[in-house]
């Protein structure tokens, strides 16, 4: 169904190009804007086989070091080794998650899915640091426990190893991969595992025959992102993998490019192409598997949100979503809480409580500005990254326009190169911007890294969505201006929220891509958690987090509210149409 | 050509030698005078130019109070930029090309960094300093000022860190401790120590250099066989051996230790200054060609002040080059009570001699280690 097409603005306005064909056009310069041209920047650097601040002499040298090097491959196949597993646990978990809240009458689900999101807005660094201090083998908190626990010597956990990276990388993937399939296990009609049930089938066969089919689209997407986050996963494996003797494609990245000062970048950004190539790869896998099939649920006859009694077994499936937040998200987050009052991070003691450490990060007028900026940016981002990507799933997902692939493929860029690299890629892409140095380049940056999410998320509701709903708004004389806020606007809704949180909260955390960028006008949070963790201020950048934490939990309740009725929860029995 | 360099004499020993001459010293007290005289200028334009835009490595290395001082001493603006090495040349070499540079100062370890800002043109000497010049003051042995200079490159250095390690006695008796670099290498210590990687850019690197040049490389397979795990991240192995997760971590600077410092007596844990001598590492103040030149000046000026340096003296682990300060943890001041372990190489000739990512994988290799899985 060509849908653009049946509307007025489909007339040709320049020979055969139409207004619709035009918008789409300027949609996908905007998104090359955004993704190609920096990735084209680090592919030129690619080339360079001189050092930065020195005149640029291209050739493929830095590409025979990268490929003629053993240690590529083999750090490419460590990574792998890490990330399969790692994905695979992180989509078991949070599809379960999602399943179960989504589908099932599992207890308190409405507290558990705003802690799985609150966890999502833990932000990494300390998040991490507290796991070094909770995991270590023997003098670890954790292991200290089990032995006050168990009355006995227990060294059972160490995370400083390749176990350890598997699960906390999983553990860190979760909340954004559950955020990400919730709605799409909303968005399935209730009548159909009913249908399935009256037709003599089981609670296992309605699962494989009816719930997975429909979110197969939303499974693989998330399959890929994870797959792809964990591949240019950086702080874990700089933090965690490197102590443990693990070395990674983006720990060898910072190896060639970052760790000495010279900053001779090109076997760095071929590395980093070879990512993009696989990333790539992936994408074209999940257009081939999710392809010419119609995953569409909701339809112009309305549908309900059932969910599955579980009987005796939602307080079973409550133990084990509350497992995960308890040893995922609540250590984590008491650690740093109570560290973030103890003289020095890492040592608890109650006579030596003391609140100086946020006395002196509240008195410091830098920091007002980095909350400040922090805020206006990621809410600005947030806005108009869904805006973007409203259009860009709108174009892959309703449209057969030739260029839709490209346009997705172009989306999925930035996620797909570490942002380390990305963040030259932008360097490089835009210093010459009259935007450059302002709040506006890092708005656009962060719209930038938000598109592959953002875009995946809304994509696959739209997919979910029939045909005959917008068809039927035009056989009754509706524009496509008016079928948007009438027909899909009140459907996309919790996609669009989550997709606004997603973006909004990713950046707030946003690190990687914005330190070369941000300047002392433009300072945000997590530069300066960075900041006070690089100078050894644990205890400050802890305090700093927590303040990150809770400047995302006061802009998501403010979204919230502002949306009105638009909470995740209550837009499942809105969802009849 | 490494025993060369490690046999050079002291800058200072240089400097005094130089300045025993009374020609010299009338020299450089008339250039003092000329650039106090002159300095008066530079303070007027960087006061128009209202603002100070300074690039750092980390939080610590700039302490707001000190730029919080500049500015009420200045009334100038000033403000940092947190960027790690290869960040900040990739940044400050774009904007350059660009025509705009946001940032006036680079603060950083003395060393690569400002030697490749000065060879690839993206930086520029501050010129005659009164605070530099000043023969009155009485600077820490074996630093001063103008040592970078002296070397050729655009930077000042106004402050150093002294490095040791750090022993956990809980773990380690004090007795049985290790005293000195050489004893580090001690089979007795194996698998007891975290290390800052050495196949890195890192001070870990600068140690196997120095060190390693001294004992041979004996010392060095023996030091990699002790080595349990290497770490890329600042400050944490400390306080993991504070914690007790290792016995030993190397190389530990007193800037770290401060924090630890306020863990109440009796402390798990003894910083050692190695009693063949800290490794010492000044820190460097580059110019870049910047937006507020002569706000940069100020800056640099006001960092050997005696305001600033008791600005740094005032923090735990700071790391002042004057004598006229009062030190607020003592203890922690490697770099003033210690003897030296010599001089660190001119930063062009470490570059050329030592290439950390190759050297230590080849030691590795010849020491039978892995750290890798």
Partial sequence: ?577 | MRQAIMKRLPILAFILALSASPSFAQDAHGRFEKAKADFAKVIDAAKKEGELVVSAFSANTVAPEKLALFSKTYGIRASTVVLTGAQSLARIAAETSSGGLSMDVRMSAFGSEAYYLRVKGLSESFGDLPNALDPSIKWVKPFHPLMGVREGSNSIIYRATGWGFLVNTDLIPKDQAPKSWKDLADSKYRGKMIFTDPAFESVGCLVFYMVGHKYGKNWELDLLRNIANVTRVPYQPDRQVARGEFAISAPTTSASMAALYEIPEPRPFMLVAPSDGVINAPSAATMLRGPHPNAAKVWANFLLSQEAQQAEADVPGGGPLRHDVKLAAPELALHMNNPSFGDAPPSEQFIKDQDCANTTPRLMQEAGVSWTK
């Fill in chain 1, 1 to 577: 169904m060509t849908s653009l097409a049946i509307y007025p603005g489909a007339k040709p306005v320049l020979g055969r190009v139409t207004l619709a064909d035009a918008a789409r056009l300027v949609l996908l310069a905007a998104v090359i804007f955004l993704t190609l041209y920096p990735l084209l920047m680090v592919a030129l650097a690619s080339f360079n086989t001189s050092a930065i601040g020195t005149k640029a002499v291209y050739g493929l040298a830095p590409w025979r070091t990268v490929l003629g090097d053993p240690a590529t491959w083999s750090i490419f196949w460590n990574t792998f080794v890490i990330a399969v597993p790692r994905t695979l646990l992180a989509i078991f978990l949070a599809a379960s998650f999602a399943w179960l809240l989504a589908r099932t009458n599992v207890p308190c689900r409405g507290a558990i899915i705003a802690a799985l999101t609150f966890l999502f807005f833990l932000p990494d660094l300390p998040w991490i640091i507290a796991w070094m201090m909770m995991g270590a083998a023997r003098v670890g908190l954790l292991n200290k426990w089990l032995s006050v626990l168990l009355g006995m010597r227990v060294d059972l956990i160490n995370v400083f190893s390749m176990t350890g990276l598997i699960v906390l990388g999983a553990a860190r993937a979760v909340p954004v991969l559950f955020l990400f399939l919730y709605p799409a296990f909303m968005a399935m009609d209730g009548s159909l595992e009913e249908a399935a049930r009256v037709g003599g089938a089981n609670r296992w066969k309605t699962f494989w025959r009816i719930n997975f089919p429909l979110v197969r689209p939303a499974l693989f997407a998330v399959l890929i992102l994870a797959f792809v986050r964990s591949m240019e996963s950086f702080e874990l494996e700089q933090l965690i993998g490197v102590q443990a003797g693990i070395y990674v494609v983006t720990t060898r990245i910072y190896d060639l490019g970052f760790s000495t000062a010279e900053a001779k970048f090109g076997p760095a950004m071929a590395t980093s192409l070879l990512l993009v190539a696989a990333t790539l790869l992936l994408v074209l896998l999940q257009f081939r598997v999710v392809g010419k099939k119609t995953y569409e649920t909701v339809s112009g006859r309305g549908f309900k949100a059932q969910r599955l009694d579980l009987g005796g077994w939602r307080w079973a499936a409550f133990a084990y979503v509350m497992a995960f937040l308890v040893i995922m998200g609540v250590l984590p987050f008491v650690v740093l809480l109570l560290n973030s009052f103890m003289p020095v991070y890492g040592y608890f003691t109650l006579n030596l409580l003391t609140t100086r450490h946020w006395a002196r990060v509240l008195a410091d007028p830098a920091v007002m500005l980095s909350i400040k900026n922090t805020l206006l940016m990621s809410v600005a981002a947030a806005f108009a990254a869904v805006t973007l990507c409203g259009a860009i799933a709108y174009v892959i997902a309703r449209t057969r326009w030739p260029l839709r692939r490209p346009l997705e493929m172009a989306a999925w860029v930035p996620w797909a190169v570490p942002g380390l690299v990305m963040s030259l890629g932008y360097l490089w892409a835009y210093v010459s911007l009259p935007i450059y140095g302002t709040v506006w380049l890092l708005i656009m940056v962060f719209v930038a890294r938000g598109l592959p999410i953002a875009t995946q998320q809304l994509s696959t509701t739209f997919v979910q969505i029939g045909a005959e709903l917008e068809e039927s708004a035009r056989v009754h004389g509706a524009s496509w201006l008016q079928t948007v806020p009438r027909v899909w606007l009140p459907l996309l809704r919790p996609a669009f929220f989550s997709a606004w949180i997603l973006i909004f909260v990713l950046s707030v955390r946003s690190l990687d891509s914005v330190l070369v960028l941000a300047t002392a006008d433009t300072r945000m949070l997590s530069v300066d958690i960075f900041a006070a963790a690089n100078g050894g201020q644990m205890e400050m950048s802890v305090v700093l987090a927590l303040i990150q934490t809770l400047v995302i939990i006061g802009g998501c309740v403010v979204a919230r509210l502002l949306m009105g009725r638009l909470s995740l929860e209550r837009a499942s029995s809105a969802g009849a149409v």
